[in-house]
Structure formats: structure tokens, C-alpha cells
């Protein structure tokens, strides 16, 4: 039997900055096909965004060494608008373009806000809004810099049975619909994290990552909000001093059970579901910097086995200070159907001259039916103007080894099973997995099996089938290599 159990620890310099990023109301709104309005007509929660700076423990200087990963409540911003957003953030805060790191939490009720809807009812407001964000961004840079402090991070999980499969087939229609799957798999992990600081003890800052997509306020919510991750926070900050920093996991198949409504009260009782299984893997935490040793009998009325938290040794304390980063390009090849922007256009044209025909018709359904599916080629259009020419798309890879923990940065929308993989081969890992890392520039990476059912997201995906399945490959050999201490 084991008689000291060591926790998952990293050692290194953490800062921590929270900001309001909340439209105003009136703004450009609409996010669904099958929404009435366009324009926000208030607000339900605050949408904000949280930058934790995290660098090495013996850095000499946070601003060029360390990784500034920014939680943002947005659903994603298209790769134009990001960039010009992070451009400005980097020349304001002083530190580079290519250390920032934005993970959306994905929120549907945010708004779907890009420079192809600034001549929209509320779009004008949009790139006021654009710069006003930047500027605040920047300066919760600074701030995390600025107060960047040794700091251990523990790790540990839960699990929450909010998040479902939303790949259901549907009889009656005969064809795959996005809703909830009784029937479907996903991953109930939470993993979670505590930032203490090595000079007062206190917390930081705590992170939550899981996957469900934001999708519990649908077409029929006219309000601004974070969804369900930002009652989560509440209920989070409220028990534990410190900002929250939601990572959103791999959720292209997931969902929240109870979804796509127009109450926002279900949004807050989904998050505090999540709030409530954060809280309890939280609270299960150990204090940092130490191992469970058992430390002997004690006579009693029984013989009691007696164990106490201890400080880690000198060799384990230096292990969870190691910091190894690894960044390069996967070439992923595209669908060779991949959407043509001249064949979009035209699509496009076509379904605008349909709702026309339907409303002078007096036809409400089709016309609605009209409007979202030249929503969906709206999206289509602002996603592939950035596209490289060629066969292939260079996906950035990027993972950090923060002691015991390996945190992976991925692009666009992979299927809940990467996530599952990575965890199951690699036990006792913490992994945490963040999508929608910079935006989504590849839309959705579906499994293998998943192609050619008709599902929505194998339509909008660019990349060929057996493109996640390279992925989870090349992540997973990169974490061997980062985890291999011989």
C-alpha cells in the first residue's frame, strides 16, 4: 500500500486581470438563423474577460517570457477582426503578438460581431465596440503583468453531468439534427485549478475547463449574455477568492442537456450546476506544495491510521518548476469539397432573393427558413477569406509543460473524443484542453465516423476526414515528449 500520495503541481510566476467587455445594447445581436430580431435589447449578464499571465518560476522578465492567455466572452470573432483587436492590445500592453492567446468561452448569446455585419441595424456600433475592447484588453495585460508573483497551481477534477452528445438522429425527419442524444457519449470531466501565492498563501485565481458548447439561449433570447459559464464564475467566485478562468474543452458534439431556449433562468441553473461540481473538485484540493504522507497509528477505541499534508521535497519542488514549450504547424489537408467563395456568393444571392419572394408571398416560415440559411453562408463567406491557397491548412500546434500539468491551445471545433483520448492516455497528466484557441479557422474537426451522416458539422468543416484523428496523434506525441524527463 502507498503511504505518501503526490499531488499534481506547477510551480511558476502567475498574474491575473478581470475586465468588463459588455456590448451595448442595440448592438448587432443576432447569432441564429431562426432568430426574429437583430439588434440586443439589453443585457442579461455582464460578458467579461480574464488574462492570466503564466511564465517560468526563475523568469527574468514575465513580459517576454511568460504566456498571456486571455478567457473571453465572446462565441469566436472571425481571424481579420481578432487580428487587428490583438495587434492593438500588443502595441498598447508591450508584449508581442505571438505570446497572446485568446480561448472564447463560446457563448451563442454574446452576439455573432465581425466587420461583414457593420452595415447591419446595430452594426455600427461594432467597431466603436472593437476598439473600446482592444483598449481594455491591453490594459488587463499590463495589469497581469504587472502583478505577476510566484505561485503554485494545484490540479484536480470532478465531474458534472450537464455536458451530453447533440448528434441526434431523428426518425420522423429521417436525418441528424443538433439537439441532445440520449443515447450519445461525452466527457463529464471538470478539471480544475487553484493559483496560490507563494508569498501570502492566498488564492489567485482558479480555473475551471470543461466541455459544452454555450448553447443554452438560442434564437429566442434577444439579451446579451455569457451563458451558463458566467453564473458558474459567480457561484465560484463567490466560495474562493479570485477570478475564475473558464477554458472551454472539446465540445464540437457537446451541449448542455436543457438547451437552445430563450429563459435565461435555465442558463443560470446550468451554470450553477457546473458552479456547484467545480466548487466540490476545488474544494478537494490540497494545500500547494504538499504530499499526503501517512504518519503512523494512534491508539484509540480503534487503532486509527493517521496521515498529514507535508511539504514536498526539495526534488519534487524543483520538477513541478519545469517549463518546456513546444509551437510548430501540422499540415491538415483540406475537404476537397471545401466551400468556393464565388460558389458562396451565388448561394448566397439566391437564398436572399427566396426570403424576398417568401415575405412579398406573405409566407412566414419559409421566408424565416430563407434568412438563416443565407445566415449560414454569411458565416461561410467571413470564415474562408483568410484561407492559404493550396492542399493543405498549417494548424498551429501549441502546448506549454507547466511542471506536472501540460496546457494545449487548439484551433476551431474538434469532436469531445480528442479530449477523452489525450485524458486516457495520459492518466495522470492534468491536460488541459482549450479550444476555440484564436478563433475557429478550420470550423469543426469531427471524427472519422462522423463523416458522410449529414451532420452539421461535417457540412461546415474544411478540413478532410481523419484530420482529427492526426491531430489527437500529433498532441499526444507532443505531450509524451514534454512529460519525458529522462
Same mark, same amino acid.
Given at each position: 500500500?502507498?503511504? &505518501?500520495?503526490?499531488?499534481?503541481?506547477?510551480?511558476?510566476?502567475?498574474?491575473?486581470?478581470?475586465?468588463?467587455?459588455?456590448?451595448?445594447?442595440?448592438?448587432?445581436?443576432?447569432?441564429?438563423?431562426?432568430?426574429?430580431?437583430?439588434?440586443?435589447?439589453?443585457?442579461?449578464?455582464?460578458?467579461?474577460?480574464?488574462?492570466?499571465?503564466?511564465?517560468?518560476?526563475?523568469?527574468?522578465?514575465?513580459?517576454?517570457?511568460?504566456?498571456?492567455?486571455?478567457?473571453?466572452?465572446?462565441?469566436?470573432?472571425?481571424? *481579420?477582426?481578432?487580428?487587428?483587436?490583438?495587434?492593438?492590445?500588443?502595441?498598447?500592453?508591450?508584449?508581442?503578438?505571438?505570446?497572446?492567446?485568446?480561448?472564447?468561452?463560446?457563448?451563442?448569446?454574446?452576439?455573432?460581431?465581425?466587420?461583414?455585419?457593420?452595415?447591419?441595424?446595430?452594426?455600427?456600433?461594432?467597431?466603436?465596440?472593437?476598439?473600446?475592447?482592444?483598449?481594455?484588453?491591453?490594459?488587463?495585460?499590463?495589469?497581469?503583468?504587472?502583478?505577476?508573483?510566484?505561485?503554485?497551481?494545484?490540479?484536480?477534477?470532478?465531474?458534472?453531468?450537464?455536458?451530453?452528445?447533440?448528434?441526434?438522429?431523428?426518425?420522423?425527419?429521417?436525418?441528424?439534427?443538433?439537439?441532445?442524444? *440520449?443515447?450519445?457519449?461525452?466527457?463529464?470531466?471538470?478539471?480544475?485549478?487553484?493559483?496560490?501565492?507563494?508569498?501570502?498563501?492566498?488564492?489567485?485565481?482558479?480555473?475551471?475547463?470543461?466541455?459544452?458548447? *454555450?448553447?443554452?439561449?438560442?434564437?429566442?433570447?434577444?439579451?446579451?449574455? =455569457?451563458?451558463?459559464?458566467?453564473?458558474?464564475?459567480?457561484?465560484?467566485?463567490?466560495?474562493?477568492?479570485?477570478?475564475?478562468?473558464?477554458?472551454?474543452?472539446?465540445?464540437?458534439?457537446?451541449?448542455?442537456?436543457?438547451?437552445?431556449? +430563450?429563459?435565461?433562468?435555465?442558463?443560470?441553473?446550468?451554470?450553477?450546476?457546473?458552479?456547484?461540481?467545480?466548487?466540490?473538485?476545488?474544494?478537494?484540493?490540497?494545500?500547494?506544495?504538499?504530499?499526503?504522507?501517512?504518519?503512523?497509528?494512534?491508539?484509540?477505541?480503534?487503532?486509527?491510521?493517521?496521515?498529514?499534508?507535508? =511539504?514536498?521535497?526539495?526534488?519534487?519542488?524543483?520538477?513541478?518548476?519545469?517549463?518546456?514549450?513546444?509551437?510548430?504547424?501540422?499540415?491538415?489537408?483540406?475537404?476537397?469539397?471545401?466551400?468556393?467563395?464565388?460558389?458562396?456568393?451565388?448561394?448566397?444571392?439566391?437564398?436572399?432573393?427566396?426570403?424576398?419572394?417568401?415575405?412579398?408571398?406573405?409566407?412566414?416560415?419559409?421566408?424565416?427558413?430563407?434568412?438563416?440559411?443565407?445566415?449560414?453562408?454569411?458565416?461561410?463567406?467571413?470564415?474562408?477569406?483568410?484561407?492559404?491557397?493550396?492542399?493543405?491548412? =498549417?494548424?498551429?500546434?501549441?502546448?506549454?509543460?507547466? +511542471?506536472?500539468?501540460?496546457?494545449?491551445?487548439?484551433?476551431?471545433?474538434?469532436?469531445?473524443?480528442?479530449? &477523452?483520448?489525450?485524458?486516457?492516455?495520459?492518466?495522470?497528466?492534468?491536460?488541459?484542453?482549450?479550444?476555440?484557441?484564436? +478563433?475557429?479557422?478550420?470550423?469543426?474537426?469531427?471524427?472519422?465516423?462522423?463523416?458522410?451522416?449529414?451532420?452539421?458539422?461535417?457540412?461546415?468543416?474544411?478540413?478532410?476526414?481523419?484530420?482529427?484523428?492526426?491531430?489527437?496523434?500529433?498532441?499526444?506525441?507532443?505531450?509524451?515528449?514534454?512529460?519525458?524527463?529522462?
Amino acid at each position: 500500500m502507498a503511504d &505518501r500520495i503526490e499531488f499534481p503541481q506547477s510551480g511558476c510566476r502567475v498574474g491575473v486581470a478581470r475586465g468588463d467587455v459588455t456590448p451595448p445594447a442595440g448592438i448587432y445581436h443576432r447569432m441564429w438563423g431562426a432568430a426574429a430580431h437583430d439588434r440586443a435589447t439589453g443585457v442579461h449578464d455582464s460578458l467579461t474577460f480574464t488574462v492570466l499571465v503564466v511564465a517560468p518560476q526563475r523568469c527574468r522578465d514575465v513580459q517576454t517570457e511568460g504566456m498571456v492567455l486571455i478567457a473571453l466572452d465572446h462565441c469566436l470573432l472571425a481571424e *481579420p477582426d481578432l487580428t487587428d483587436i490583438l495587434e492593438q492590445v500588443a502595441q498598447e500592453s508591450g508584449v508581442t503578438r505571438d505570446r497572446i492567446t485568446v480561448f472564447f468561452s463560446h457563448t451563442h448569446a454574446a452576439g455573432l460581431l465581425g466587420r461583414e455585419r457593420f452595415s447591419m441595424p446595430g452594426g455600427d456600433l461594432i467597431p466603436g465596440y472593437f476598439a473600446d475592447m482592444a483598449h481594455k484588453l491591453a490594459e488587463g495585460v499590463r495589469e497581469a503583468v504587472g502583478s505577476a508573483e510566484p505561485a503554485t497551481i494545484v490540479y484536480g477534477t470532478g465531474h458534472c453531468q450537464l455536458a451530453a452528445n447533440r448528434d441526434y438522429f431523428d426518425e420522423a425527419a429521417g436525418q441528424y439534427v443538433c439537439g441532445y442524444n *440520449p443515447g450519445g457519449r461525452a466527457d463529464t470531466t471538470v478539471l480544475v485549478a487553484r493559483v496560490h501565492s507563494q508569498k501570502t498563501g492566498r488564492s489567485l485565481a482558479t480555473l475551471v475547463n470543461y466541455a459544452c458548447h *454555450p448553447t443554452t439561449l438560442a434564437w429566442e433570447n434577444t439579451l446579451i449574455s =455569457p451563458d451558463y459559464p458566467g453564473a458558474m464564475r459567480e457561484l465560484v467566485e463567490e466560495a474562493i477568492d479570485g477570478p475564475c478562468f473558464f477554458v472551454q474543452g472539446a465540445s464540437g458534439d457537446i451541449g448542455p442537456r436543457i438547451g437552445f431556449v +430563450g429563459d435565461t433562468q435555465v442558463a443560470e441553473r446550468n451554470g450553477r450546476q457546473l458552479g456547484y461540481a467545480a466548487l466540490e473538485a476545488l474544494e478537494a484540493l490540497p494545500p500547494p506544495a504538499t504530499a499526503y504522507q501517512y504518519t503512523g497509528a494512534v491508539v484509540s477505541g480503534a487503532t486509527i491510521g493517521t496521515w498529514t499534508h507535508e =511539504p514536498v521535497s526539495p526534488e519534487r519542488e524543483e520538477s513541478q518548476t519545469v517549463w518546456r514549450v513546444h509551437e510548430s504547424t501540422l499540415p491538415l489537408p483540406f475537404r476537397e469539397d471545401r466551400p468556393r467563395k464565388d460558389v458562396l456568393l451565388a448561394e448566397q444571392a439566391r437564398w436572399e432573393s427566396e426570403e424576398e419572394a417568401a415575405r412579398a408571398a406573405g409566407n412566414t416560415q419559409q421566408a424565416s427558413d430563407a434568412r438563416a440559411m443565407r445566415e449560414r453562408i454569411t458565416r461561410r463567406l467571413a470564415r474562408i477569406g483568410h484561407l492559404p491557397e493550396g492542399d493543405t491548412y =498549417p494548424y498551429p500546434l501549441r502546448l506549454w509543460r507547466l +511542471g506536472d500539468a501540460v496546457w494545449v491551445a487548439i484551433d476551431g471545433e474538434p469532436y469531445n473524443v480528442l479530449q &477523452r483520448q489525450l485524458r486516457e492516455r495520459f492518466p495522470d497528466t492534468p491536460i488541459i484542453v482549450g479550444t476555440l484557441a484564436n +478563433g475557429s479557422n478550420v470550423w469543426y474537426l469531427p471524427d472519422e465516423a462522423s463523416y458522410g451522416k449529414g451532420l452539421y458539422q461535417e457540412d461546415a468543416s474544411l478540413l478532410a476526414q481523419g484530420s482529427l484523428e492526426t491531430l489527437t496523434e500529433a498532441v499526444a506525441v507532443e505531450i509524451e515528449r514534454l512529460m519525458d524527463n529522462s
